[in-house]
């Protein structure tokens, strides 16, 4: 039995080193970015979509149950790692998809060392700002760019599961919300 195409673009960190290396010894550029991606939702589609346009190769690093918990609370994830990363994967603006367990994706940077490391508007593209991602100094010290993409506005995993709570409270679906 062959498996998915969404799950073969799941790779493990060794193999996806040796494949960013690749192309960067090609002279292409790869971008990296990384998330929860609890509940995918149109936000991630049009970010990803937008970071896939800026470069030849788009890399998206899944933060792993363990990490999203610690950093989203109690109840999350929503959805297993595994299942999360395969859904990211299918999207047709995603090449590969690594799983990492850590906090942040500084030593998924360190290894993958992109051209082009991709956060949402709720970061600032300023290294001196307190709301630069804690991933970009280690971009910056390979030579690499951060760029900060403009926030989609309503388009949140935790405002979906707040209306969803919501709709199940009150019992019933409000066509303008």
């Keep these: ?77 929503l959805v297993g790692e595994d299942e999360r990363a395969e859904v990211v994967a299918a999207l047709a603006s995603v090449d590969w998809v690594v799983l990492f367990q850590e906090d942040t994706a500084t030593a998924l940077v360190r290894m993958l060392q992109p051209s082009l490391y991709v956060k949402g508007g709720d970061y600032d593209g300023d290294p001196s700002s307190p709301q630069f991602p804690p991933e970009g100094q280690e971009v910056l010290a390979h030579g690499g760019v951060v760029r900060i993409l403009p926030h989609i506005p309503g388009a949140s995993t935790s405002g979906l599961v707040r209306r969803a709570r919501e709709r199940r409270a009150t019992g019933g679906y409000n066509a303008g919300s």
């Design 1 to 77: 039995m062959t498996l998915p195409l969404a799950r073969t673009k799941v790779l493990l960190p060794k193999d996806l080193e040796r494949r960013s290396a690749l192309l960067r010894d090609a002279g292409k550029t790869v971008v990296l970015t990384n998330g929860c991606f609890d509940l995918l939702h149109v936000g991630h589609v049009r970010y990803l979509e937008a970071a896939r346009a800026l470069g030849d190769a788009l890399v998206v690093g899944v933060n792993g149950d363990r990490s999203v918990c610690h950093l989203k609370g109690p109840g999350r994830p």
